[in-house]
């Protein structure tokens, strides 16, 4: 191989590696800045970490009752200011996400990681709500975006366990 | 363009792009050796997290009272030194930092995470403080250092909720 | 210097200083994945973090007495088959690690970090367990694997605030 030619694959390995690594970066800012959006009560910026088709699966429980939804963009906008979120963020919540697991193939990626929601009640914190998520994203115009996030509570379910099993490394 | 200037421009985008990678790397670890440092007694590198004019601002309740408290760096290692914080992880703390939303500007940073600090209690753990966290950074001779960290609790309060309203992606 | 030798000095530098950034990411995946693996009950992905020397060195309070354990590869596979890991997760569990404090030298690596689980019981959800954990890291052709991991309670212990002293980073 030619001294030019050496130098350029040089160059085009190390562009394609870095590329890899600014991905990475670009998907934990955008699942590290899901707390702090929706814990301040900045609705727009949180549903706007989604693409505009993207969809947020999740269930709770409600009673004893499992209820599922599937809210889109406008849905999730809705649900961060209706009174259950708002109730939530007044008295003092915490909506933390864990470092994540994530794969990345071209303009794709699957994050997988836990949520643990902390809630104040009175002079005390509890922890209110942990489950697993899964959030699919694309590379926008605008950046990385999620295309899906599903969100399962950590409940012994086997929907739960598969939704984690599909982050296994080796 | 001739190839060397394209050559040249190749090189310096690729050192810029990793340079702030590392950075972003340099602020994590500055960020996740807090808990260790803190949790094993190791009170002097705790505060030389700070820069020599570095501050610590923290609210924290004392029976239903909020106390606020701006540590400079010596101030900071006094308190760690002290008996609340000396009985804390005798007794069995961790404090408990999640993934930062990290903003870079040349010499500058701003991450915002959240803290948990759990505590034992017998043959229990609780959680004892959740609070939202604001590092205001600075890149100094000795590498990244913090010159302010901001640190609210989650009580539903607007203060908190502006300081994590800042980290907004989008 | 000539231009060629310069040339030849920048590549190498970036090539150096990616790799570190890429090491890094690696160590985070593999931490990452450790949760998910268990919590989902793919025991043998678990327990493929490891090398094949690989020791789990752990402690646990069984009825106020702190039992010792140091399991292999084997060993590893076996206990999270085993009851009481199964009992757990079937019920609802949450293995959350933390973001880690990573240094790395060469082809070894130490990280730090902590481990909270999350336990499921009836319609709530308790803390379990709360620890730090001493990763001590290899590259293998397979990547990077876990020679060691010591996980020790935050039980106030001299061993526990040793383990974490040593995470310091300045």
């Known amino acids: 191989m030619s001294n030019e030619s050496s130098l350029e694959n040089r160059l ?6 870095l590329k890899l690594l600014e991905d990475e970066r670009a998907i934990r800012q955008l699942i590290n800045s899901y707390g702090p959006a929706v814990d301040s009560g900045n609705s727009a910026a949180a549903a706007d970490l989604w693409t ?3 969809v947020y699966d999740y269930k709770m429980s ?4 499992v209820v599922a939804q599937q809210l889109d963009k406008q849905g999730i906008a809705d649900m961060l200011e209706a009174r259950l979120h708002q109730t939530l963020i007044h008295e003092g ?6 470092p994540a697991y994530i794969e990345i193939r071209g303009d794709k990626a699957i994050a997988t990681n836990y949520s643990v929601i902390f809630r104040r009640i009175g002079m005390s914190v509890t922890v209110y709500r942990v489950a697993a998520n899964r959030w699919e994203l694309s ?3 605008a950046g990385w975006r999620a295309d899906k996030r599903v969100n399962r509570l950590l409940d012994g379910s086997a929907e739960t ?6 982050a296994t490394m080796v």
Chains 1, 2, 3 share one sequence.
């Not at 085009?12 to 590696?17: A, S």
């Not at 409600?62 to 009752?65: A, G, R, S, T």
């Not at 919540?93 to 864990?98: R, V």
């Not at 366990?161 to 599909?166: H, M, T, W």
């Open 139 to 141: 590379r926008t115009a």
């Open 62 to 65: 409600v009673n004893e009752q």
């Open 161 to 166: 366990r598969e939704l984690l099993a599909a």
């Open 12 to 17: 085009r390995n190390l562009e394609e590696r």
């Open 52 to 54: 505009d088709n993207g």
């Open 93 to 98: 919540a915490a909506h933390t996400l864990g």
